[in-house]
């Protein structure tokens, strides 16, 4: 639940926050939309082949990659501050949203306690959308402010490097029989 935490932390940067990163950049708003077109359409195809994701990765590894992917967005745009290379990165969003949340769903699936799974798949849901979003939006608008937008994503990048490499120090820590909650 901390990393799915920290996950919704560095997806609310993104999603609340590109919007006034781009007028910083001078880049106009109607671009704004095109990002997000092109960040939902990037989720189809990892929606779509999330259960052969699954079954290739299994939930934590499905996870992980995720976490790797949402590192990356931030850095991206913390350190390539064009037009061009926001748009591209956009098409990254279908490995961060989408991958966390067919991991997620499918972990619980696995491992919730019968007749629990609809109130663990909703925890799940309030930790990520909720407390995670919280988290991101109070941070991020104050980092936003104060340092600038690249500096905000450099921010929630580092953070969430960490998250993963504890996550998968914990993970090696753990038994084989029993992998890290997600």
Known sequence: LVTAFVSGMGLMAINVYLGPYLAELGIGGSLLG???AIATVSELPVLFFGNRLLNKL???GLLILSMCAVTIRLFFYAL???TAGILWFQLINGFTFAALWVAGVSYINENAPPGLSATTQAVFGAVVFGFGSAGGGFIGGILLEQVGGAAMFAFFGFTTLL???VY?????RLPQSQPASI
Request: hydrophobic content about 60%.
């Open 34 to 36: 095109v990002a997000l």
């Open 58 to 60: 299994k939930p934590h």
């Open 80 to 82: 390539f501050q064009t």
């Open 163 to 165: 998250m993963l490499i």
């Open 168 to 172: 998968i120090l914990l993970e090696r």
